[in-house]
Antibody
Framework: QVQLQESGPGLVKPSETLSLTCTVS????????WSWIRQPAGKRMEWLGR???????NYNPSLGSRVSMSVDTSKNQVSLRLRSLTAADTAVYYC??????????????WGKGTPVTVSS | EIVLTQFPGTLSLSPGERATLSCRAS???????LDWYQHKPGQAPRLLIY???SRAAGIPDKFSGSGSGTDFTLTISRLEPEDFAVYFC?????????FGPGTKVDI
């Protein structure tokens, strides 16, 4: 069974950069897409972007150039970087595997999420 | 961006009852891109339905999905205690995933 575990700092200061890692166990990160999603308290989920195991990524335009993602196939990890943080970036951050059969668009495995608070 | 609306916001039911949850899109959604998930506090979201009506692996047949275009429905035929959770819909369109706000099914 594929399992995903998000990790990173729970507290980050405004204007700084958030770095999160998603470690995949029970399966390979290749050849799949991996998405990052976040959910602020009391709000709906927001998709941040996705990256394919070869490193090709596309991002939610709402984030502009603040977001980037990367993969490390040797460690079976996917990473998220979000720059210039504000309080509005406070949320629970999730990673998920998406589009596993390259036809239907769904996310079949998710992590439990990691909470991130942006505060000085 | 395709905006998803779910209703009702909260559904108060008892074990054994039938739950009908709705998801409406601001524009047509391809059925191949409409999914339903169950989410409990502190847990990973669980895929229930993909392709609007296909059950994911291991999902019992009490969960069923239907709909097309802009209107989609998730039905839970007989609620059991473990089914009380938040359910949200998701779609992929215009190179973007978007999510509904969720329906909370509680006792």
């Amino acid at each position: 069974q594929v399992q995903l575990q998000e990790s990173g700092p729970g507290l980050v200061k405004p204007s700084e950069t958030l770095s999160l890692t998603c470690t995949v166990s029970g399966g390979s990160i290749t050849p799949y897409f991996w998405s990052w999603i976040r959910q602020p308290a009391g709000k709906r989920m927001e998709w941040l972007g996705r990256i394919y195991s070869n490193g090709n990524a596309n991002y939610n335009p709402s984030l502009g150039s603040r977001v980037s993602m990367s993969v490390d196939t040797s460690k079976n990890q996917v990473s998220l970087r979000l720059r210039s943080l504000t309080a509005a970036d406070t949320a629970v951050y999730y990673c998920a595997r998406d589009n596993p059969d390259f036809y239907y668009y769904y996310m079949d495995f998710w992590g439990k999420g990691t909470p991130v608070t942006v505060s000085s | 961006e395709i905006v998803l609306t779910q209703f009702p916001g909260t559904l108060s039911l008892s074990p054994g009852e039938r739950a009908t949850l709705s998801c409406r899109a601001s524009q047509n959604v391809r059925s191949t891109s409409l999914d339903w998930y169950q989410h409990k506090p502190g847990q990973a979201p669980r895929l229930l339905i993909y392709n609007a009506s296909s059950r994911a692996a291991g999902i019992p047949d009490k969960f069923s999905g239907s709909g097309s275009g802009t209107d989609f429905t998730l039905t839970i035929s007989r609620l059991e205690p473990e089914d009380f959770a938040v359910y949200f819909c998701q779609q992929y369109g215009n190179s973007l995933f978007t999510f509904g706000p969720g329906t909370k099914v509680d006792i």
